[in-house]
């Protein structure tokens, strides 16, 4: 039986790369001035999924987040490392998601 060959999934890669940005408080413009891009929109196509990162930037992001590189990396592999995927980034969405429903009924 023939092995699938591991695939990154850009879309997921780049909700990963927004939302751990996100959980450390950064904004895209603090990602763009980090990695010294002349323009933000190379962040927002990393998040749309149009694009992906190049290593030298993935590099450096998980150098921003401290993060491994491969935690930023979301694909098809056996072992998946994604951390928007991760079931306690799941359940602390969903404790945010509550808090600001008290907040606004509050």
């Known amino acids: ?3 699938e060959v591991p695939q ?11 939302h751990i940005a996100w959980m450390k408080g950064m904004t895209v413009k603090d990602i763009q001035e980090y990695l010294g891009l002349a323009a933000v ?31 930023l ?15 306690a980034y799941q359940r602390f969405i969903m404790y945010y998601k509550k808090c600001q429903e008290l907040r606004a009924t509050g």
């Open 41 to 71: 929109q190379s962040v927002y196509h990393w998040f749309a999924g149009r694009s992906l990162p190049t290593v030298d930037n993935l590099y450096a992001l998980s150098e921003l987040f401290g993060v491994p590189m491969d935690v």
């Open 8 to 18: 990154i999934d850009i879309y997921k890669t780049g909700q990963n790369i927004k």
């Open 1 to 3: 039986m023939k092995k």
């Open 73 to 87: 990396v979301c694909g098809n592999r056996e072992k998946e490392f994604c951390f928007c995927c991760h079931p």
